[in-house]
């Protein structure tokens, strides 16, 4: 919780207890129907206790945390029955461990609380309530829906925190940590604000399938009538960046997410580059009706990519591309070709798959492009945030088959897999961090503190290549050889993250310093937005960890038998 928030309750309980008290939350009438009956509840954010000696009025065995101790003397004072109850805590990681608090609980109750978590912490807060909550316990919070006199730092003018969270990021969120939205309703403000009303909603721990959304992809796949691969590589590019890239999302309307079609054109670049890169070595993988016939690629963006793909060697070609590209070092007569293959491929994007993916069934289209930005619907992009990793696999097993298909199965599957799969050069990229970092004065393993040499420095992908292909230099840092051997694929654990939170800081700031350009493009790439702080980072990058964890399974390092030594490393 944000702590000039935490400060504010505080200095002002005494003053604000009437008004707290003096009314009755209208989440109170849905407690019997949203918890079960003498079942345990945790009021997260109690406040002056009312809402929790409802629960203990209504039968329930409450407790509650909260981070003030002058909101947690006037409960007390006010609700005599809530004495040893009511404990700190404070959200997102300062709540109780269930063992303090009698065990899991049935329930939790979070009104008016979670808006005073920042944004990227609220993924951690959400993960407390998954500790504290037996399988199938429920979650009864509300946020603000609406909340005027907000600035543009989302503060109110006695300089609260109110986090903007849309009901719809909200469920997304809870659903990432295996929650399944059970009902959800608006309130009107109970101390008659106008302007102000709330988000409330029932979500219970189970993790929930939502087909339909699926199913509309999986009708795009196989049922929509194809005359190019377009349509795979839109869904493909929106599941990579759903998965490797969310941050690049934002609010379209109350029904949709955006996403900006220039990042959609990118990742084109690089799907189509190795296959039609292909037809300099004569084994030609048509991508549209007609190209085996006239023995030409007529995508309406291949002959600006043909031409640059002649700019580089045959072979290396994609990757030389994207390590000029990641290191700002695009010759000015390359970055013209490329602008125009983008301006192209945005045309074929919003003309093509766009407009026409799912447009013969029912529901209408799947997306829509307004202002550089495609739009798509909500539950359609939840599932491409949950399932991201094993559709964008899918897709490219049925663009294998399609271009099979189109060549008049004179290709192979595989041929078209492998060229499919071509990505940039870890080994290359490496060496450029490699480099770099080699160079750093007080050069140390980021795990461990202890001095490195060029001889005994490995780099580290922090988020493991396979997981997320990411070679970002953020995502690339030293590590002794032997500790990189024992991490592998695996996940750094958060404590493990936090411990050398100061070296990983260090070492981007290094970074920063060095490669300005490629580490802000980078940077502002995977986040979406300009300005970020070393700190920003480092929570994004921890909030991306545990997004991975959560849907991959991947076990964390280390895995608690054996420690890591860090000396120096907390900032």
């Given at each position: 919780?944000?702590?000039?928030?935490?400060?504010?309750?505080?200095?002002?309980?005494?003053?604000?207890?009437?008004?707290?008290?003096?009314?009755?939350?209208?989440?109170?009438?849905?407690?019997?129907?949203?918890?079960?009956?003498?079942?345990?509840?945790?009021?997260?954010?109690?406040?002056?206790?009312?809402?929790?000696?409802?629960?203990?009025?209504?039968?329930?065995?409450?407790?509650?945390?909260?981070?003030?101790?002058?909101?947690?003397?006037?409960?007390?004072?006010?609700?005599?029955?809530?004495?040893?109850?009511?404990?700190?805590?404070?959200?997102?990681?300062?709540?109780?461990?269930?063992?303090?608090?009698?065990?899991?609980?049935?329930?939790?109750?979070?009104?008016?609380?979670?808006?005073?978590?920042?944004?990227?912490?609220?993924?951690?807060?959400?993960?407390?309530?998954?500790?504290?909550?037996?399988?199938?316990?429920?979650?009864?919070?509300?946020?603000?829906?609406d909340r005027p006199g907000i600035?543009?730092?989302?503060?109110?003018?006695?300089?609260?925190?109110?986090?903007?969270?849309?009901?719809?990021?909200?469920?997304?969120?809870?659903?990432?940590?295996?929650?399944?939205?059970?009902?959800?309703?608006?309130?009107?403000?109970?101390?008659?604000?106008?302007?102000?009303?709330?988000?409330?909603?029932?979500?219970?721990?189970?993790?929930?399938?939502?087909?339909?959304?699926?199913?509309?992809?999986?009708?795009?796949?196989?049922?929509?009538?194809?005359?190019?691969?377009?349509?795979?590589?839109?869904?493909?590019?929106?599941?990579?960046?759903?998965?490797?890239?969310?941050?690049?999302?934002?609010?379209?309307?109350?029904?949709?997410?955006?996403?900006?079609?220039?990042?959609?054109?990118?990742?084109?670049?690089?799907?189509?580059?190795?296959?039609?890169?292909?037809?300099?070595?004569?084994?030609?993988?048509?991508?549209?009706?007609?190209?085996?016939?006239?023995?030409?690629?007529?995508?309406?963006?291949?002959?600006?990519?043909?031409?640059?793909?002649?700019?580089?060697?045959?072979?290396?070609?994609?990757?030389?591309?994207?390590?000029?590209?990641?290191?700002?070092?695009?010759?000015?007569?390359?970055?013209?070709?490329?602008?125009?293959?983008?301006?192209?491929?945005?045309?074929?994007?919003?003309?093509?798959?766009?407009?026409?993916?799912?447009?013969?069934?029912?529901?209408?289209?799947?997306?829509?492009?307004?202002?550089?930005?495609?739009?798509?619907?909500?539950?359609?992009?939840?599932?491409?945030?949950?399932?991201?990793?094993?559709?964008?696999?899918?897709?490219?097993?049925?663009?294998?088959?399609?271009?099979?298909?189109?060549?008049?199965?004179?290709?192979?599957?595989?041929?078209?897999?492998?060229?499919?799969?071509?990505?940039?050069?870890?080994?290359?990229?490496?060496?450029?961090?490699?480099?770099?970092?080699?160079?750093?004065?007080?050069?140390?393993?980021?795990?461990?503190?202890?001095?490195?040499?060029?001889?005994?420095?490995?780099?580290?992908?922090?988020?493991?290549?396979?997981?997320?292909?990411?070679?970002?230099?953020?995502?690339?840092l030293p590590a002794e050889k032997?500790?990189?051997s024992k991490k592998r694929d695996?996940?750094?654990?958060?404590?493990?993250?936090?411990?050398?939170?100061?070296?990983?800081?260090?070492?981007?700031?290094?970074?920063?310093?060095?490669?300005?350009?490629?580490?802000?493009?980078?940077?502002?790439?995977?986040?979406?937005?300009?300005?970020?702080?070393?700190?920003?980072?480092?929570?994004?990058?921890?909030?991306?960890?545990?997004?991975?964890?959560?849907?991959?399974?991947?076990?964390?390092?280390?895995?608690?038998?054996?420690?890591?030594?860090?000396?120096?490393?907390?900032?």
């Amino acid at each position: 919780m944000d702590e000039k928030t935490i400060r504010y309750y505080e200095e002002n309980a005494r003053r604000l207890l009437p008004a707290y008290e003096g009314i009755t939350s209208s989440l109170r009438a849905r407690f019997p129907s949203v918890f079960p009956r003498g079942g345990r509840i945790l009021d997260v954010g109690a406040g002056t206790g009312r809402d929790a000696a409802g629960l203990v009025a209504d039968g329930y065995e409450a407790w509650g945390v909260e981070p003030s101790a002058a909101f947690r003397e006037c409960a007390v004072e006010r609700h005599p029955e809530l004495r040893e109850r009511i404990l700190k805590g404070v959200l997102p990681d300062g709540l109780p461990e269930p063992e303090e608090l009698g065990g899991r609980f049935d329930g939790i109750l979070c009104s008016a609380v979670l808006q005073h978590v920042p944004r990227h912490r609220v993924l951690e807060a959400i993960l407390q309530f998954k500790k504290v909550l037996r399988q199938g316990g429920r979650v009864l919070l509300s946020v603000p829906l609406d909340r005027p006199g907000i600035d543009g730092n989302d503060r109110d003018a006695v300089g609260r925190l109110f986090t903007p969270l849309h009901p719809g990021e909200v469920q997304l969120l809870f659903e990432r940590a295996g929650f399944q939205l059970i009902d959800s309703w608006v309130d009107a403000d109970p101390h008659k604000r106008p302007g102000h009303r709330w988000t409330a909603m029932v979500l219970r721990l189970e993790a929930g399938e939502g087909a339909r959304a699926l199913d509309r992809i999986e009708g795009v796949l196989s049922a929509d009538k194809k005359v190019a691969t377009y349509k795979f590589a839109l869904i493909r590019a929106l599941a990579e960046i759903a998965v490797r890239k969310p941050h690049l999302a934002a609010e379209g309307d109350g029904n949709h997410v955006t996403v900006p079609l220039r990042s959609v054109a990118e990742l084109w670049i690089r799907y189509y580059w190795p296959l039609l890169a292909a037809s300099r070595r004569r084994d030609f993988l048509p991508q549209r009706e007609g190209d085996r016939r006239t023995g030409r690629h007529g995508l309406a963006f291949a002959s600006p990519l043909l031409e640059l793909i002649d700019l580089y060697p045959q072979g290396t070609g994609l990757q030389s591309y994207l390590l000029d590209l990641r290191q700002g070092r695009l010759p000015p007569s390359v970055g013209e070709v490329r602008n125009r293959v983008l301006v192209a491929a945005e045309r074929a994007i919003r003309e093509g798959p766009v407009r026409h993916a799912g447009a013969v069934t029912e529901s209408g289209p799947l997306f829509s492009c307004r202002a550089k930005q495609v739009y798509i619907a909500r539950p359609l992009w939840r599932e491409l945030s949950l399932l991201g990793c094993w559709i964008g696999d899918a897709v490219i097993l049925r663009w294998a088959e399609e271009t099979v298909r189109i060549s008049g199965f004179s290709v192979k599957a595989s041929t078209v897999v492998d060229a499919l799969l071509a990505d940039g050069d870890p080994e290359r990229e490496q060496g450029d961090a490699r480099d770099l970092f080699g160079s750093c004065s007080s050069l140390t393993c980021v795990w461990t503190g202890r001095p490195l040499t060029r001889a005994t420095m490995a780099i580290d992908h922090v988020i493991p290549f396979s997981l997320m292909g990411n070679n970002d230099l953020w995502n690339l840092l030293p590590a002794e050889k032997g500790v990189n051997s024992k991490k592998r694929d695996l996940l750094p654990a958060r404590k493990a993250l936090e411990e050398s939170k100061g070296i990983i800081k260090k070492y981007w700031s290094f970074a920063m310093e060095r490669r300005t350009e490629r580490f802000s493009l980078e940077v502002r790439e995977w986040t979406g937005r300009s300005g970020v702080t070393t700190e920003d980072l480092f929570e994004l990058v921890c909030e991306c960890i545990e997004f991975l964890a959560l849907q991959r399974g991947t076990p964390r390092w280390p895995d608690g038998k054996r420690g890591v030594v860090v000396t120096g490393g907390r900032s």
